[in-house]
């Protein structure tokens, strides 16, 4: 774990830079701090972000709100688009490698939900397909992109179009950070992030702390 000050710098800047594209626009999010002793090698927030309430859809068209419907122990979050070339298969993969080194029992405690930031072209069958590609039990949602960029802006994760591409396509810019969501009665929060490059061993290790009631949250 980085000392506060590094650390500090380190998440604010995957907040806001990554992603499949950047854009000059981007800007922070949100001020960011972190524990310096909380036994993880991603990062607990002091002030752990709040999802907004809006609804989205997962991949078999039932309605989903991360503030109030998460159930499980602990939910990842991953803000990203099935026609990224390669940063999100990179963490994609990461998260699925992660999930596989733990034992079943703690598998079982964990959601893993990606968000599309490019709803007009990631449908619920383009986002099941792709998904299955790295773990079936993955869920993807989609929705309206003003619901999408809520829900990223209250976890810190920016999202928007990037530059346009000559096939005619386009990028899409977004953060590359890994959210930790744990369930409340009142309103989820999200204490946990981990940045783009954490490797399997070390996200699989983090989600055992958690798991074990090991890690020190807000």
């Known amino acids: 774990m980085l000392r506060a000050g590094v650390a500090v710098l380190v998440v604010a800047v995957a907040l806001v830079l990554g992603g499949c594209a950047s854009t000059d626009s981007e800007r922070p999010v949100a001020d960011v701090s972190v524990h310096d002793s909380d036994n993880l090698h991603g990062n607990v927030l002091t002030d752990a972000y709040h999802p907004a309430h ?16 998460t159930s499980r122990p602990l939910t990842l979050v991953f803000f990203g688009y099935t026609s990224c070339p390669d940063i999100c298969q990179e963490v994609m993969a990461d998260i699925a490698s992660a999930l596989v080194r733990l034992d079943k029992e703690r598998r079982s405690k964990i959601d893993m939900l990606f968000v599309t930031t490019d709803p007009a072209r990631d449908t619920a069958s383009v986002l099941r397909s792709y998904l299955d590609r ?3 039990q993955f869920e993807g949602l989609t929705g309206r992109l003003s619901a999408i960029k809520r829900l990223g802006r209250s976890l810190g994760v ?13 990028d899409v810019a977004h953060g590359t950070s890994v959210l930790g969501v744990l369930p409340s009665r009142t309103a989820a929060k999200a204490p946990y992030v981990w940045t783009r490059g954490t490797s399997p061993a070390d996200l699989a290790d983090d989600l055992t702390t958690i798991l074990d009631g090991k890690a020190r949250t807000t």
């Open 54 to 69: 809006v609804s989205l859809r997962d991949t078999s068209g039932t309605a989903y709100d991360l503030a109030s419907d």
């Open 158 to 170: 920016p999202v928007e179009h990037g530059r346009r591409l000559a096939t005619g396509g386009y």
């Open 134 to 136: 790295f773990d079936p």
